[in-house]
């Protein structure tokens, strides 16, 4: 039982796209990816560095075109999706714009469309008052919603049992980082402002329009979407995208994610590029469940051994192919 995951933003790092550009027809997609964002997919993740990639609405389509060009070479840039390899697919914040694109609810290039104004949108409003986030990391759940809630602010991220981000007015982090909860530490986060929260309330409209005029298609059958609206399973394309507008201005359930990934039986999990900060995570949640980080194209043999492995979803398509043949 396989789930392929896709990473938020904070995970790029300088030149992450460079070692891609090797393969072939990743240039290509990158040219095609950049004219519908409308941002330099080549330069920016090859050249820019740290402090220019972490801008939203840099980052955000290069997350999502990474993950599109490290799947490719596994799926066939012109196939399927990701569907027929994977019996679930999800991504955090951002990442699920990733996921719509792999599992075919959107094509490639309205992806892009649609990742270019949520993050334009997102540091618009983010830019309109000082606000802020900060991960909890420690203490008891109970305690650390608690804080958050005292100092009035949201938790916009639910990472794990062990990990809560808070969001909101710069000062009110600033006020929680001073008096953490027991046994807990508060690390601020380098980004632009109060994701996912009601800060967000302009971002949301703006995608709600733009979705409007978007055609999805649902994901294949055998491989639903979890979303991060507490890990509810979606078959349907147009309530996966329902849910990413949504998902703009309220929390991200990430933890209620991989309790649908233990609850399904997941044996596998594969995080596309940049990879690392889902199989943390999962690493420390799902005990037992083997992890694969597709980060470069010298991983790409062992990700297929892996998909190969842990793929039920694959290995049901083969069989009806085969026999359909016969």
């Not at 509810?232 to 507008?245: C, S």
Request: glycine content about 8%.
């Amino acid at each position: 039982m396989l789930a392929i995951v896709c990473p938020g933003q904070g995970a790029q790092k300088p030149g992450f796209l460079a070692p891609w550009l090797e393969v072939a027809g990743v240039r290509d997609s990158l040219v095609a990816m950049s004219e519908a964002s409308g941002v330099d997919l080549i330069h920016h993740g090859t050249e820019s560095d740290a402090e220019t990639i972490r801008d939203t609405a840099v980052a955000q389509p290069l997350l999502v075109a990474a993950g599109i060009i490290a799947l490719d070479p596994l799926v066939g840039a012109a196939g399927s999706g990701a569907g027929p390899q994977a019996d679930l697919l999800a991504g955090h914040s951002v990442g699920e714009i990733t996921a719509a694109a792999l599992s075919g609810v959107l094509h490639r290039e309205d992806a892009m469309r649609l990742v270019a104004v949520r993050s334009r949108a997102m540091a618009a409003a983010a830019a309109a008052e000082p606000t802020s986030m900060a991960a909890v990391v420690g203490g008891t759940r109970e305690e650390v919603l608690a804080a958050i809630q005292e100092h009035g602010l949201t938790p916009a991220n639910i990472n794990s049992a062990a990990q809560v981000v808070a969001a909101g007015a710069k000062e009110r982090i600033d006020a929680l980082s001073a008096t953490p909860p027991a046994k807990a530490r508060v690390i601020p986060l380098q980004v632009a402002g109060a994701f996912h929260t009601s800060y967000m309330a302009p971002a949301r409209q703006e995608l709600e329009a733009l979705v409007a005029q978007l055609t999805a298609s649902d994901p294949h059958p055998q491989c639903p979407l979890v979303s991060n609206a507490s890990g509810e399973v979606v078959t349907e394309g147009g309530r996966y995208l329902e849910l990413i507008v949504n998902q703009v201005a309220a929390p991200v359930d990430w933890e209620a994610c991989m309790r649908v990934f233990a609850d399904r039986g997941v044996t596998g999990i594969l995080e596309v590029a940049p990879a690392g900060t889902l199989t943390g995570l999962a690493k420390r949640e799902l005990k037992g469940v083997a992890l694969m980080n597709l980060n470069t194209p010298e991983n790409l043999d062992a990700a297929g051994d892996f998909v190969r492995e842990h793929g039920s979803a694959a290995d049901r398509i083969d069989a009806v192919d085969h026999d359909e043949e016969n």
